[in-house]
């Protein structure tokens, strides 16, 4: 085949569609979460083009459809394992077919971290994200917590502090990690306020989230467990590229995020060297924003750069 597409979501959809238009004839294995982490949410009010917001799931369909309009053929399934070594690349399903193709747009996406709460999955939807960008709307004058002492729950405290009657910030040490200026403006904020040496055990609530169940130090003599009434909770505690197939066999950063190349979606071999027709795009390889429109632009820059390399 021309032109394979690894994973779906915004940018694995986005570059099917212009793949698709190219005349690539795109095949798409979705992944085992097709349409993407942008599932796991409920309305999206931040795309363009949708001025009253709309159902995630539904836009992801959209998508889909578009791209199947322009010929890409999509699939239920998932690549699990991947060759480099020569072209045309060779990779395996989960079904165990073997596929050929001159060129692959990886879009595998990144997954949020979670605690490992029952909790989290009952409420997810209902109160429980890990996007404040996302989600942080739909609490204005609400009461939410962050959890996390990096850089991205102090981001996503401030965020929300413009937001939020209240947030609470949930810190299993008894300090913060991040930067000092995104710890001096999380101190400055009156609405914020910082739970020091506290772990959240669990979540409470009828219809959605209506507070969450707090143990403050932990294993100490004098550890004491507590509620607290919020509305939203939010995970703030990284994300995980998912990039274990490729491990080994293409450049990634110390987080397992793909490297691209300058200003292209260009994926490198693990020494640094441009691997011909192989391009990566959305949040496999955006550890910094991780929103569906920048997914969806780098899978329109994947796109092109595999009908250059192609047509070259």
């Known amino acids: 085949m021309k032109c ?20 690539l004839s795109p095949v798409e294995y979705c992944g085992p979460q097709t349409g993407g982490q942008l599932t796991q949410t409920t309305i999206v009010e931040n795309f363009p083009g949708y001025p009253d917001g709309v159902d995630a799931n539904q836009m992801m369909m959209e998508l889909r459809q578009q791209a199947e ?11 699990v394992e991947a060759d480099f070594s020569q072209r045309p690349y060779t990779f395996k399903t ?23 709460l029952p909790d989290e999955e ?33 981001e996503d405290a401030l965020y929300l502090s413009h937001l939020c009657q209240k947030v609470y910030l949930v810190v299993r040490k008894p300090y913060l990690r991040a930067s000092e200026i995104m710890q001096q403006r999380v101190k400055e904020a009156a609405n914020i306020e910082i ?9 409470y609530g009828e219809n959605g989230v209506e507070g969450m169940h707090l143990v403050k130090r932990k294993g100490e003599a004098d550890e004491e467990h ?27 950063d110390e987080m397992g995020y793909i490297k691209t190349l300058g200003t292209t979606q260009q994926v490198c071999d693990t020494d640094g ?11 496999v390889c955006d550890p910094t924003y991780r929103q569906a429109i920048v997914a969806a632009g780098t899978g329109c820059k994947a796109a092109l750069d595999a009908e250059r390399f192609l047509n070259a």
Do not use: W
């Open 4 to 23: 394979l597409i690894i994973g779906s979501g915004p940018a694995g959809y986005t570059a099917a569609i212009y793949a698709g238009r190219a005349n």
């Open 69 to 79: 309009r322009f010929g890409a053929d999509i699939r239920d399934g998932e690549i």
């Open 94 to 116: 989960d079904s165990g077919d073997t596929l050929q193709a001159d060129s692959v747009i990886i879009a595998t996406g990144a997954k949020a971290k979670y605690l490992g």
């Open 122 to 154: 009952k409420y997810n939807g209902m109160g429980v994200s890990a996007c404040a960008t996302c989600d942080g709307f739909f609490y204005r004058k609400k009461v939410t917590a962050v959890v996390g002492g990096g850089d991205t729950a102090c």
């Open 195 to 203: 739970l020091f040496e506290h772990n959240a055990t669990g979540l």
């Open 226 to 252: 507590y509620d607290v009434a919020i509305d939203g909770f939010f995970l703030a505690i990284g994300h995980k590229p998912v990039t274990d197939i490729f491990q080994g066999k293409i450049l990634l």
């Open 273 to 283: 060297n441009p691997l011909p027709g192989v391009f990566a795009a959305g949040d």
